[in-house]
């Protein structure tokens, strides 16, 4: 089947200089993995750009694919926001990375901008403990309500993780009584 012509994508570049067009030093960087655009965006512009790449015609991302965190604090950084959205009518990607505060992480919600942000900005926040600005249900999705802390976070002690002393005696020790 042959692609039509209103489904012809977009190349990675050209979705950058489109952002960098509109919204300058805010788009913070630019790369190019496995075809798809990954740009690095400035917080305060984050809903923002989100919006207008859903609005915009030329790049019409009408279709909200996932929403993660990562926790970098291991190498220096703090968390990160990954959104990737997907053109149904031009056939190209997207993906937005958000730098949030290491002590404090906070990101604005999509979920205004696409329903479908909803469960994924509670499972991140539940999971990662980033708090999404606005969302209008932030409560937990998949743990049960008394469990603590955030598991996905790295110095979330696991406990197959914690060495423990075994109980039992050593095999093949005699048990003096």
């Given at each position: 089947m042959a692609s039509s012509p209103?489904?012809?994508?977009?190349?990675?570049a050209d979705i950058a200089d489109r952002l960098r067009a509109q919204f300058g030093e805010d788009v913070l960087a630019f790369e190019e993995v496995h075809?798809?655009?990954?740009?690095?965006v400035a917080p305060a512009r984050y809903h923002e750009i989100a919006g207008f790449l859903r609005d915009d015609p030329t790049l019409a991302f009408d279709f909200f694919d996932f929403l993660t965190g990562v926790d970098y604090r291991g190498?220096?950084?703090g968390y990160q926001?990954?959104?990737h959205l997907y053109s149904s009518r031009h056939n190209h990607h997207v993906r937005l990375r958000l730098d949030c505060d290491p002590e404090d992480p906070r990101c604005p919600t999509l979920s205004d901008l696409w329903a479908g942000?909803?469960?994924?900005?509670?499972?991140?926040w539940?999971?990662?403990?980033?708090?999404?600005?606005?969302?209008?249900?932030?409560?937990?999705?998949?743990?049960?309500?008394?469990?603590?802390?955030?598991?996905?976070?790295?110095?979330?002690?696991?406990?197959?993780?914690?060495?423990?002393?075994?109980?039992?005696a050593v095999e093949g020790e005699e048990i003096e009584e």
């Open positions: 209103n489904r012809r994508p977009l190349p990675p075809g798809h655009a990954v740009v690095n190498k220096g950084r926001v990954v959104t942000a909803n469960w994924h900005e509670r499972e991140t539940e999971l990662f403990g980033i708090v999404f600005e606005g969302h209008p249900h932030l409560v937990k999705l998949v743990l049960p309500e008394q469990f603590e802390g955030y598991p996905l976070r790295k110095d979330f002690a696991l406990m197959t993780r914690e060495a423990k002393p075994w109980p039992g």
